[in-house]
Protein backbone atom coordinates (compact mmCIF):
# COMPACT_ATOMS: atom_id res chain seq x y z
CA UNK A 1 0.00 0.00 0.00
CA UNK A 2 1.45 3.10 -1.10
CA UNK A 3 2.05 5.89 2.00
CA UNK A 4 -0.03 8.39 0.63
CA UNK A 5 -3.03 5.61 0.42
CA UNK A 6 -2.47 4.88 3.48
CA UNK A 7 -2.55 8.71 4.77
CA UNK A 8 -5.37 9.52 2.92
CA UNK A 9 -7.33 6.71 4.73
CA UNK A 10 -6.25 7.41 8.09
CA UNK A 11 -6.97 11.04 7.59
CA UNK A 12 -10.42 10.17 6.59
CA UNK A 13 -11.07 7.57 9.15
CA UNK A 14 -10.16 9.79 12.15
CA UNK A 15 -11.92 13.32 10.08
CA UNK A 16 -15.06 10.89 9.97
CA UNK A 17 -14.67 9.62 13.76
CA UNK A 18 -14.17 12.84 15.08
CA UNK A 19 -16.77 14.75 12.76
CA UNK A 20 -19.25 12.04 13.22
CA UNK A 21 -19.25 11.60 16.91
CA UNK A 22 -19.51 15.51 17.22
CA UNK A 23 -22.50 15.30 14.83
CA UNK A 24 -24.45 12.47 16.50
CA UNK A 25 -23.48 14.59 19.91
CA UNK A 26 -25.12 17.29 18.63
CA UNK A 27 -28.14 15.71 17.23
CA UNK A 28 -28.74 13.48 20.05
CA UNK A 29 -28.82 16.68 22.85
CA UNK A 30 -31.39 18.26 20.54
CA UNK A 31 -33.69 15.01 20.16
CA UNK A 32 -33.65 14.80 23.88
CA UNK A 33 -34.35 18.14 24.68
CA UNK A 34 -37.30 18.19 21.81
CA UNK A 35 -38.76 15.17 22.90
CA UNK A 36 -39.40 16.08 26.62
CA UNK A 37 -40.67 19.53 25.86
CA UNK A 38 -43.06 16.92 23.11
CA UNK A 39 -44.04 14.63 25.54
CA UNK A 40 -47.44 15.52 26.94
CA UNK A 41 -49.06 15.01 23.60
CA UNK A 42 -49.23 11.41 22.84
CA UNK A 43 -48.71 9.38 19.83
CA UNK A 44 -49.97 6.20 19.07
CA UNK A 45 -49.88 3.34 16.22
CA UNK A 46 -53.27 2.43 16.69
CA UNK A 47 -56.00 4.20 15.36
CA UNK A 48 -57.81 1.14 12.95
CA UNK A 49 -60.06 -1.28 15.22
CA UNK A 50 -60.27 1.71 17.88
CA UNK A 51 -63.00 3.51 17.64
CA UNK A 52 -62.60 6.93 16.83
CA UNK A 53 -61.46 9.63 19.20
CA UNK A 54 -64.36 12.67 19.46
CA UNK A 55 -62.61 15.60 17.70
CA UNK A 56 -62.93 18.20 15.17
CA UNK A 57 -60.56 18.29 13.00
CA UNK A 58 -57.58 15.57 11.34
CA UNK A 59 -54.93 16.15 9.26
CA UNK A 60 -52.02 14.02 7.59
CA UNK A 61 -48.65 14.71 8.79
CA UNK A 62 -45.14 13.74 7.73
CA UNK A 63 -41.80 14.25 9.05
CA UNK A 64 -38.62 13.07 7.31
CA UNK A 65 -35.11 13.25 7.89
CA UNK A 66 -31.93 11.37 5.63
CA UNK A 67 -28.52 11.03 8.12
CA UNK A 68 -25.92 9.96 6.66
CA UNK A 69 -22.86 7.67 7.79
CA UNK A 70 -19.37 8.61 8.39
CA UNK A 71 -16.25 6.93 7.25
CA UNK A 72 -15.32 5.64 10.76
CA UNK A 73 -18.51 4.36 10.85
CA UNK A 74 -18.74 2.74 7.01
CA UNK A 75 -15.34 1.21 7.70
CA UNK A 76 -16.27 -0.41 11.37
CA UNK A 77 -19.42 -1.69 9.28
CA UNK A 78 -17.84 -3.30 6.67
CA UNK A 79 -15.26 -5.25 8.87
CA UNK A 80 -18.08 -6.03 11.10
CA UNK A 81 -19.59 -7.54 8.08
CA UNK A 82 -16.42 -9.84 7.42
CA UNK A 83 -16.25 -11.17 11.31
CA UNK A 84 -20.08 -10.81 11.66
CA UNK A 85 -22.42 -9.58 14.77
CA UNK A 86 -23.95 -7.11 15.73
CA UNK A 87 -23.20 -3.65 13.41
CA UNK A 88 -23.43 -1.07 16.84
CA UNK A 89 -22.32 1.73 15.17
CA UNK A 90 -25.18 1.83 12.83
CA UNK A 91 -27.67 1.30 15.69
CA UNK A 92 -27.18 5.23 16.58
CA UNK A 93 -27.50 6.15 13.06
CA UNK A 94 -31.27 3.96 12.71
CA UNK A 95 -32.03 5.39 16.03
CA UNK A 96 -31.55 9.03 15.29
CA UNK A 97 -33.01 9.08 12.21
CA UNK A 98 -36.59 7.57 13.64
CA UNK A 99 -36.46 9.97 16.25
CA UNK A 100 -35.79 12.72 14.57
CA UNK A 101 -38.56 12.03 11.70
CA UNK A 102 -41.14 11.72 14.44
CA UNK A 103 -40.15 14.74 16.27
CA UNK A 104 -40.27 16.31 12.93
CA UNK A 105 -44.20 15.34 12.41
CA UNK A 106 -44.79 16.05 16.30
CA UNK A 107 -43.39 19.02 16.22
CA UNK A 108 -45.75 20.19 13.05
CA UNK A 109 -48.79 18.25 14.12
CA UNK A 110 -48.42 20.28 17.43
CA UNK A 111 -47.85 23.90 15.69
CA UNK A 112 -51.40 23.13 13.68
CA UNK A 113 -52.75 22.07 17.44
CA UNK A 114 -53.19 18.31 17.67
CA UNK A 115 -53.44 17.11 21.05
CA UNK A 116 -52.85 13.25 19.86
CA UNK A 117 -50.97 11.52 16.53
CA UNK A 118 -52.79 8.71 15.82
CA UNK A 119 -51.81 5.16 13.95
CA UNK A 120 -48.37 6.79 13.35
CA UNK A 121 -46.50 4.59 10.70
CA UNK A 122 -42.63 4.39 10.06
CA UNK A 123 -41.31 3.47 7.16
CA UNK A 124 -36.91 3.18 6.47
CA UNK A 125 -35.42 3.60 3.15
CA UNK A 126 -31.25 3.06 2.74
CA UNK A 127 -29.68 5.65 -0.16
CA UNK A 128 -27.41 4.25 -2.28
CA UNK A 129 -23.86 4.75 -0.25
CA UNK A 130 -20.89 6.22 -2.28
CA UNK A 131 -20.43 6.31 -6.31
CA UNK A 132 -23.91 5.01 -6.81
CA UNK A 133 -22.72 1.09 -6.41
CA UNK A 134 -25.57 0.03 -2.88
CA UNK A 135 -22.68 -1.27 -1.15
CA UNK A 136 -23.92 0.26 1.77
CA UNK A 137 -26.45 2.08 3.35
CA UNK A 138 -24.72 5.64 2.40
CA UNK A 139 -27.71 7.17 4.27
CA UNK A 140 -30.87 6.34 5.47
CA UNK A 141 -34.30 7.87 4.69
CA UNK A 142 -37.22 7.76 7.63
CA UNK A 143 -40.37 9.01 7.23
CA UNK A 144 -42.75 9.34 10.33
CA UNK A 145 -46.64 9.81 8.96
CA UNK A 146 -49.75 9.83 11.13
CA UNK A 147 -52.80 11.55 11.65
CA UNK A 148 -53.32 14.46 13.98
CA UNK A 149 -56.24 14.84 15.74
CA UNK A 150 -57.44 18.41 17.97
CA UNK B 1 -59.58 17.00 1.39
CA UNK B 2 -59.36 15.67 4.57
CA UNK B 3 -56.29 13.22 4.91
CA UNK B 4 -55.91 11.07 7.68
CA UNK B 5 -53.83 7.39 8.45
CA UNK B 6 -56.81 6.53 10.41
CA UNK B 7 -60.19 4.28 8.92
CA UNK B 8 -62.36 7.09 9.62
CA UNK B 9 -62.04 10.89 10.01
CA UNK B 10 -62.95 12.06 13.62
CA UNK B 11 -66.22 13.36 14.26
CA UNK B 12 -67.31 12.63 11.06
CA UNK B 13 -69.05 9.58 9.28
CA UNK B 14 -68.59 7.93 5.89
CA UNK B 15 -71.27 8.40 3.75
CA UNK B 16 -69.80 6.60 0.35
CA UNK B 17 -66.30 5.00 -0.89
CA UNK B 18 -64.67 5.36 -4.09
CA UNK B 19 -61.88 2.91 -4.05
CA UNK B 20 -58.10 3.45 -4.14
CA UNK B 21 -56.36 6.95 -4.55
CA UNK B 22 -53.11 6.43 -5.04
CA UNK B 23 -49.70 8.46 -6.20
CA UNK B 24 -46.40 8.43 -7.42
CA UNK B 25 -43.29 10.25 -8.60
CA UNK B 26 -39.92 8.79 -9.08
CA UNK B 27 -36.78 11.30 -8.49
CA UNK B 28 -33.52 9.92 -10.23
CA UNK B 29 -30.43 11.57 -8.28
CA UNK B 30 -29.55 14.99 -8.66
CA UNK B 31 -25.68 15.17 -9.73
CA UNK B 32 -24.66 18.36 -7.73
CA UNK B 33 -26.63 17.37 -4.24
CA UNK B 34 -24.67 13.73 -4.98
CA UNK B 35 -21.46 15.25 -4.49
CA UNK B 36 -22.44 17.04 -1.61
CA UNK B 37 -23.73 13.90 -0.01
CA UNK B 38 -20.91 11.75 -1.13
CA UNK B 39 -18.72 14.35 1.18
CA UNK B 40 -21.14 14.49 3.47
CA UNK B 41 -20.63 10.46 3.69
CA UNK B 42 -17.51 11.13 5.02
CA UNK B 43 -18.27 13.37 8.01
CA UNK B 44 -21.54 12.57 9.08
CA UNK B 45 -24.64 13.93 9.91
CA UNK B 46 -27.94 14.86 8.11
CA UNK B 47 -27.98 15.34 4.69
CA UNK B 48 -30.23 18.06 4.69
CA UNK B 49 -30.36 18.87 0.48
CA UNK B 50 -31.53 14.92 0.16
CA UNK B 51 -34.34 15.25 2.91
CA UNK B 52 -35.96 18.60 0.90
CA UNK B 53 -35.61 17.06 -2.13
CA UNK B 54 -37.52 13.48 -0.68
CA UNK B 55 -39.92 16.03 1.02
CA UNK B 56 -40.91 17.88 -1.87
CA UNK B 57 -41.38 14.39 -4.02
CA UNK B 58 -43.63 12.47 -1.31
CA UNK B 59 -45.75 16.32 -1.39
CA UNK B 60 -46.01 15.84 -5.12
CA UNK B 61 -47.20 12.01 -4.87
CA UNK B 62 -49.65 13.46 -2.30
CA UNK B 63 -50.58 15.77 -4.27
CA UNK B 64 -51.33 13.11 -7.69
CA UNK B 65 -53.31 11.28 -4.91
CA UNK B 66 -55.61 13.72 -3.66
CA UNK B 67 -56.20 14.59 -7.59
CA UNK B 68 -57.40 11.41 -7.96
CA UNK B 69 -59.58 11.70 -5.14
CA UNK B 70 -61.37 14.63 -6.15
CA UNK B 71 -61.55 13.56 -9.98
CA UNK B 72 -63.36 10.71 -8.34
CA UNK B 73 -65.68 13.06 -6.31
CA UNK B 74 -64.43 12.08 -2.67
CA UNK B 75 -63.78 14.74 -0.28
CA UNK B 76 -61.60 12.78 2.42
CA UNK B 77 -58.47 10.16 1.65
CA UNK B 78 -58.53 7.68 4.90
CA UNK B 79 -55.78 5.07 5.87
CA UNK B 80 -53.10 6.57 4.30
CA UNK B 81 -49.21 4.78 3.85
CA UNK B 82 -46.15 6.02 2.59
CA UNK B 83 -43.66 3.45 0.90
CA UNK B 84 -40.34 4.15 -1.15
CA UNK B 85 -38.74 1.55 -3.53
CA UNK B 86 -35.62 1.43 -5.75
CA UNK B 87 -36.77 0.84 -9.00
CA UNK B 88 -33.48 1.28 -10.76
CA UNK B 89 -30.11 2.07 -9.97
CA UNK B 90 -30.12 5.95 -8.76
CA UNK B 91 -33.95 6.36 -8.71
CA UNK B 92 -36.70 6.08 -6.12
CA UNK B 93 -39.93 5.93 -6.21
CA UNK B 94 -42.26 7.31 -3.90
CA UNK B 95 -45.95 6.66 -3.60
CA UNK B 96 -48.85 7.52 -1.43
CA UNK B 97 -52.21 5.48 -1.24
CA UNK B 98 -55.34 5.12 0.71
CA UNK B 99 -58.67 5.26 0.38
CA UNK B 100 -61.16 7.86 -1.33
CA UNK B 101 -63.94 8.78 1.13
CA UNK B 102 -66.95 11.00 1.28
CA UNK B 103 -67.35 11.96 4.77
CA UNK B 104 -70.30 13.90 6.31
CA UNK C 1 -64.83 5.18 25.31
CA UNK C 2 -60.91 5.95 24.22
CA UNK C 3 -57.72 4.62 26.00
CA UNK C 4 -56.28 6.90 28.42
CA UNK C 5 -52.83 8.31 28.20
CA UNK C 6 -50.21 8.49 31.14
CA UNK C 7 -47.58 10.34 30.09
CA UNK C 8 -43.87 8.69 30.86
CA UNK C 9 -41.25 10.58 32.96
CA UNK C 10 -38.50 10.49 30.38
CA UNK C 11 -38.67 9.73 26.69
CA UNK C 12 -37.56 6.25 26.22
CA UNK C 13 -34.49 5.10 25.55
CA UNK C 14 -32.33 1.80 24.51
CA UNK C 15 -32.35 1.22 21.30
CA UNK C 16 -28.37 1.83 21.08
CA UNK C 17 -25.35 -0.07 23.08
CA UNK C 18 -23.34 2.04 24.60
CA UNK C 19 -20.03 1.00 23.39
CA UNK C 20 -16.33 2.59 22.16
CA UNK C 21 -16.72 2.97 19.00
CA UNK C 22 -12.62 2.95 18.77
CA UNK C 23 -12.33 -0.37 20.75
CA UNK C 24 -14.96 -1.82 19.02
CA UNK C 25 -13.23 -0.64 15.57
CA UNK C 26 -9.75 -1.73 16.52
CA UNK C 27 -11.12 -5.23 17.84
CA UNK C 28 -12.86 -5.62 14.51
CA UNK C 29 -9.56 -4.40 12.33
CA UNK C 30 -7.12 -6.83 14.72
CA UNK C 31 -9.94 -9.69 13.82
CA UNK C 32 -10.04 -9.21 10.48
CA UNK C 33 -6.24 -8.46 9.92
CA UNK C 34 -5.16 -11.78 12.22
CA UNK C 35 -7.66 -13.95 10.86
CA UNK C 36 -6.67 -12.93 7.33
CA UNK C 37 -3.02 -13.75 8.19
CA UNK C 38 -3.80 -16.95 9.60
CA UNK C 39 -5.78 -18.46 6.09
CA UNK C 40 -3.63 -16.47 4.09
CA UNK C 41 -0.63 -18.64 5.59
CA UNK C 42 -2.42 -21.71 6.00
CA UNK C 43 -3.39 -21.93 2.20
CA UNK C 44 -0.04 -20.83 1.37
CA UNK C 45 1.06 -24.16 2.92
CA UNK C 46 -1.56 -25.97 1.66
CA UNK C 47 0.03 -24.79 -1.70
CA UNK C 48 3.26 -25.13 -1.20
CA UNK C 49 2.59 -28.92 0.23
CA UNK C 50 0.98 -29.26 -3.39
CA UNK C 51 3.55 -28.01 -5.33
CA UNK C 52 5.69 -30.15 -4.23
CA UNK C 53 3.69 -33.15 -4.45
CA UNK C 54 3.30 -32.20 -8.44
CA UNK C 55 4.87 -34.62 -10.79
CA UNK C 56 7.69 -33.49 -12.85
CA UNK C 57 5.74 -34.48 -16.29
CA UNK C 58 2.58 -32.13 -14.98
CA UNK C 59 5.05 -29.55 -14.14
CA UNK C 60 6.43 -29.21 -17.32
CA UNK C 61 2.86 -29.49 -19.43
CA UNK C 62 1.99 -26.39 -16.73
CA UNK C 63 5.09 -24.66 -17.97
CA UNK C 64 4.91 -25.48 -21.15
CA UNK C 65 1.43 -23.93 -21.30
CA UNK C 66 2.52 -20.54 -19.45
CA UNK C 67 5.33 -20.35 -21.85
CA UNK C 68 3.48 -20.31 -25.06
CA UNK C 69 1.38 -17.56 -23.55
CA UNK C 70 4.67 -15.65 -23.33
CA UNK C 71 7.31 -15.99 -25.51
CA UNK C 72 7.69 -13.33 -27.62
CA UNK C 73 11.13 -11.77 -29.33
CA UNK C 74 13.04 -14.74 -28.44
CA UNK C 75 16.27 -15.50 -29.76
CA UNK C 76 16.43 -19.08 -31.46
CA UNK C 77 19.89 -20.88 -33.13
CA UNK C 78 22.21 -18.73 -31.14
CA UNK C 79 25.82 -20.05 -30.05
CA UNK C 80 25.09 -17.98 -26.67
CA UNK C 81 22.55 -20.37 -25.55
CA UNK C 82 24.43 -23.41 -26.27
CA UNK C 83 27.05 -21.31 -23.49
CA UNK C 84 24.43 -20.73 -21.07
CA UNK C 85 23.30 -23.94 -20.87
CA UNK C 86 26.87 -25.15 -20.54
CA UNK C 87 27.14 -23.06 -17.17
CA UNK C 88 24.30 -23.83 -16.30
CA UNK C 89 24.80 -27.34 -16.15
CA UNK C 90 27.73 -26.82 -14.56
CA UNK C 91 26.42 -25.43 -11.43
CA UNK C 92 24.73 -28.57 -9.78
CA UNK C 93 26.90 -30.26 -7.00
CA UNK C 94 28.13 -33.28 -8.33
CA UNK C 95 25.07 -36.26 -7.70
CA UNK C 96 22.52 -33.26 -7.13
CA UNK C 97 19.78 -34.04 -9.69
CA UNK C 98 17.57 -31.65 -11.35
CA UNK C 99 14.15 -33.04 -11.52
CA UNK C 100 13.49 -31.88 -15.11
CA UNK C 101 15.75 -30.76 -17.78
CA UNK C 102 16.43 -27.47 -17.83
CA UNK C 103 15.72 -24.98 -20.79
CA UNK C 104 17.76 -21.50 -21.06
CA UNK C 105 15.19 -19.12 -23.54
CA UNK C 106 17.14 -15.50 -24.49
CA UNK C 107 14.68 -13.14 -25.32
CA UNK C 108 15.77 -10.25 -26.58
CA UNK C 109 14.83 -7.10 -24.36
CA UNK C 110 16.87 -3.83 -22.95
CA UNK C 111 15.43 -4.26 -19.64
CA UNK C 112 17.88 -6.50 -17.19
CA UNK C 113 16.40 -9.29 -15.93
CA UNK C 114 16.62 -13.40 -15.13
CA UNK C 115 13.73 -15.64 -14.29
CA UNK C 116 12.93 -19.07 -13.85
CA UNK C 117 9.12 -20.54 -14.61
CA UNK C 118 7.59 -23.92 -13.83
CA UNK C 119 8.95 -26.51 -16.23
CA UNK C 120 12.33 -25.71 -15.99
CA UNK C 121 12.41 -22.39 -18.35
CA UNK C 122 14.98 -19.93 -17.59
CA UNK C 123 14.67 -16.25 -19.23
CA UNK C 124 17.36 -14.77 -19.93
CA UNK C 125 17.47 -11.01 -21.36
CA UNK C 126 19.64 -10.19 -23.79
CA UNK C 127 20.59 -7.10 -21.44
CA UNK C 128 21.69 -9.37 -18.58
CA UNK C 129 24.39 -10.61 -20.81
CA UNK C 130 25.45 -7.20 -21.54
CA UNK C 131 25.42 -5.93 -17.52
CA UNK C 132 27.44 -8.79 -16.33
CA UNK C 133 31.01 -8.04 -16.43
CA UNK C 134 32.41 -11.92 -15.05
CA UNK C 135 31.44 -15.39 -15.57
CA UNK C 136 31.46 -15.01 -11.82
CA UNK C 137 29.11 -12.94 -11.69
CA UNK C 138 26.79 -14.52 -14.73
CA UNK C 139 27.06 -18.00 -12.64
CA UNK C 140 25.66 -16.42 -9.49
CA UNK C 141 22.63 -15.52 -10.77
CA UNK C 142 21.63 -18.51 -13.27
CA UNK C 143 22.24 -20.73 -9.92
CA UNK C 144 20.29 -18.53 -8.24
CA UNK C 145 17.41 -19.00 -10.41
CA UNK C 146 18.61 -22.82 -10.55
CA UNK C 147 17.82 -22.25 -6.76
CA UNK C 148 14.28 -21.40 -7.06
CA UNK C 149 13.46 -24.72 -9.33
CA UNK C 150 15.16 -27.12 -6.87
CA UNK C 151 13.13 -25.57 -3.79
CA UNK C 152 9.83 -25.85 -6.28
CA UNK C 153 9.67 -21.79 -5.98
CA UNK C 154 7.94 -21.23 -9.49
CA UNK C 155 5.80 -23.99 -8.62
CA UNK C 156 4.48 -22.49 -5.20
CA UNK C 157 4.19 -19.46 -6.04
CA UNK C 158 1.96 -20.59 -9.19
CA UNK C 159 -0.23 -22.85 -6.54
CA UNK C 160 -0.23 -19.71 -4.04
CA UNK C 161 -1.41 -17.62 -6.33
CA UNK C 162 -4.15 -19.90 -7.53
CA UNK C 163 -4.89 -20.89 -4.00
CA UNK C 164 -5.57 -17.33 -3.27
CA UNK C 165 -7.59 -16.63 -6.20
CA UNK C 166 -9.53 -19.61 -5.51
CA UNK C 167 -10.39 -18.54 -1.70
CA UNK C 168 -10.94 -14.77 -2.68
CA UNK C 169 -13.43 -15.88 -4.94
CA UNK C 170 -15.26 -17.97 -2.91
CA UNK C 171 -15.27 -15.18 -0.21
CA UNK C 172 -16.50 -12.72 -2.96
CA UNK C 173 -14.65 -10.19 -1.56
CA UNK C 174 -12.01 -9.89 -5.13
CA UNK C 175 -15.43 -8.20 -6.45
CA UNK C 176 -16.95 -6.27 -4.36
CA UNK C 177 -15.40 -2.47 -4.35
CA UNK C 178 -16.72 -1.32 -1.15
CA UNK C 179 -14.88 1.36 0.61
CA UNK C 180 -11.19 -0.11 0.15
CA UNK C 181 -11.69 -2.55 3.28
CA UNK C 182 -11.51 -6.20 1.84
CA UNK C 183 -8.29 -4.29 0.97
CA UNK C 184 -6.89 -5.04 4.21
CA UNK C 185 -7.55 -8.65 3.68
CA UNK C 186 -5.37 -8.47 0.63
CA UNK C 187 -3.12 -6.10 2.24
CA UNK C 188 -2.35 -8.60 4.96
CA UNK C 189 -2.46 -11.55 2.06
CA UNK C 190 0.55 -9.37 0.27
CA UNK C 191 2.32 -8.57 3.38
CA UNK C 192 2.11 -12.49 4.10
CA UNK C 193 3.41 -13.54 0.79
CA UNK C 194 6.15 -10.33 0.75
CA UNK C 195 7.61 -11.95 3.64
CA UNK C 196 7.17 -15.46 2.34
CA UNK C 197 9.12 -14.17 -1.19
CA UNK C 198 11.55 -12.55 0.99
CA UNK C 199 12.61 -16.67 2.48
CA UNK C 200 12.41 -17.33 -0.76
CA UNK C 201 14.99 -14.75 -2.68
CA UNK C 202 17.50 -15.75 0.40
CA UNK C 203 17.50 -19.07 0.04
CA UNK C 204 18.15 -19.27 -3.61
CA UNK C 205 20.77 -16.63 -2.61
CA UNK C 206 22.12 -18.93 -0.35
CA UNK C 207 22.08 -21.82 -2.70
CA UNK C 208 23.28 -19.48 -5.84
CA UNK C 209 26.78 -18.51 -3.85
CA UNK C 210 27.07 -22.09 -2.25
CA UNK C 211 27.56 -23.46 -6.23
CA UNK C 212 28.98 -20.54 -7.50
CA UNK C 213 32.61 -21.02 -5.01
CA UNK C 214 31.23 -24.82 -5.65
CA UNK C 215 32.98 -23.97 -9.31
CA UNK C 216 35.09 -21.17 -8.64
CA UNK C 217 36.76 -22.25 -5.54
CA UNK C 218 35.63 -18.83 -4.39
CA UNK C 219 32.92 -16.62 -3.79
CA UNK C 220 34.65 -13.14 -5.00
CA UNK C 221 33.12 -11.20 -8.39
CA UNK C 222 29.72 -13.39 -7.97
CA UNK C 223 27.65 -10.45 -5.70
CA UNK C 224 29.06 -7.61 -7.88
CA UNK C 225 27.04 -7.46 -10.36
CA UNK C 226 24.31 -6.89 -7.38
CA UNK C 227 26.33 -4.03 -6.03
CA UNK C 228 26.31 -2.54 -9.55
CA UNK C 229 23.25 -2.85 -10.15
CA UNK C 230 22.06 -1.32 -7.00
CA UNK C 231 23.79 1.53 -7.04
CA UNK C 232 22.76 2.10 -10.40
CA UNK C 233 19.30 2.12 -9.63
CA UNK C 234 19.88 4.74 -6.73
CA UNK C 235 22.16 6.68 -8.46
CA UNK C 236 19.29 7.10 -11.41
CA UNK C 237 16.46 8.10 -8.57
CA UNK C 238 13.78 5.39 -8.51
CA UNK C 239 12.06 7.07 -11.32
CA UNK C 240 14.29 5.76 -14.33
CA UNK C 241 14.44 1.86 -13.82
CA UNK C 242 17.09 0.49 -15.34
CA UNK C 243 16.08 -2.67 -14.42
CA UNK C 244 13.23 -5.03 -13.62
CA UNK C 245 15.61 -7.45 -12.06
CA UNK C 246 14.86 -6.00 -8.15
CA UNK C 247 10.99 -6.11 -9.03
CA UNK C 248 11.20 -9.86 -9.73
CA UNK C 249 13.70 -10.21 -6.98
CA UNK C 250 12.60 -8.22 -4.12
CA UNK C 251 15.77 -6.44 -2.79
CA UNK C 252 16.70 -6.05 0.61
CA UNK C 253 19.36 -3.95 1.54
CA UNK C 254 21.05 -6.59 3.71
CA UNK C 255 20.67 -9.15 1.09
CA UNK C 256 24.43 -8.76 0.07
CA UNK C 257 25.26 -8.32 3.82
CA UNK C 258 23.05 -11.74 4.95
CA UNK C 259 25.63 -13.75 1.86
CA UNK C 260 28.90 -12.33 3.40
CA UNK C 261 27.89 -13.18 7.18
CA UNK C 262 26.38 -16.88 6.05
CA UNK C 263 29.85 -17.31 3.88
CA UNK C 264 31.88 -16.36 6.49
CA UNK C 265 30.11 -18.86 8.85
CA UNK C 266 30.68 -21.95 6.59
CA UNK C 267 34.43 -20.71 6.09
CA UNK C 268 33.50 -20.33 2.17
CA UNK C 269 36.30 -18.42 0.71
CA UNK C 270 35.53 -15.19 -0.66
CA UNK C 271 39.01 -14.00 -2.30
CA UNK C 272 40.10 -15.10 -5.90
CA UNK C 273 40.36 -13.78 -9.21
CA UNK C 274 37.45 -13.76 -11.48
CA UNK C 275 36.87 -15.74 -14.64
CA UNK C 276 36.51 -13.50 -17.82
CA UNK C 277 33.18 -14.26 -19.98
CA UNK C 278 33.32 -14.95 -23.33
CA UNK C 279 34.73 -11.89 -25.45
CA UNK C 280 31.25 -11.48 -27.69
CA UNK C 281 28.90 -12.25 -25.20
CA UNK C 282 26.80 -9.45 -25.98
CA UNK C 283 26.60 -10.14 -30.21
CA UNK C 284 24.96 -12.82 -31.87
CA UNK C 285 26.39 -15.91 -31.86
CA UNK C 286 29.36 -14.41 -29.92
CA UNK C 287 30.70 -12.92 -33.29
CA UNK C 288 32.36 -10.02 -33.41
CA UNK C 289 29.99 -6.71 -33.32
CA UNK C 290 30.32 -2.75 -32.68
CA UNK C 291 29.63 -1.86 -29.56
CA UNK C 292 26.54 -0.20 -30.05
CA UNK C 293 25.19 -2.58 -32.69
CA UNK C 294 21.39 -3.43 -32.84
CA UNK C 295 20.84 -7.30 -32.21
Known amino acids: MDGLEILIFLFLLILGYFSGTYFEKRHYKSIRERERKTLHVPMVTFGAKQSLPEAQDAQLFVG ?3 ISVDYFKMISATLRNLVGGRVMVYESLLDRGRREALLRMKEEAMAWGANQIMNVRLETAAIGGRSGNNSGPGSVEVIAYGTGIR | MILTTLEGVPGKTIVEHYGLAQGSTIRAKHIGKDIMASLKNLVGGELKAYTELLQESRQEAVERMVQQAEELGANAVVNIRFATSSVAQGAAELFAYGTAVKVE | MFIRYKQPKKPPEGNVIKHSPLLNFAYLLGTVVIISAVIFVALGFFADWLAVRISPETERKIGDM ?3 TISDEEIVDDKRIQYLEELLESLPESGETTRLPLTIHLIKSDVV ?8 HVFI ?10 ENELAFVLAHELGHFQNHDPTKSLGRSLVFLVASMALGIGTSESGGVPDIVFRTGELTSLSYS ?7 DLYGLSRAINRYGHGSHSLDFFKRLEEEEQEQGRLLKVSQYFSTHPLSKDRIVILNKAAAEKGWKMEGDAKPLPEWLHCPNMEECEPDAEE
Open chain 1, 64 to 66: SVV
Open chain 3, 198 to 204: RKQERAA
Open chain 3, 125 to 134: HTALLEAVES
Open chain 3, 66 to 68: LFH
Open chain 3, 113 to 120: NAAIMAGG
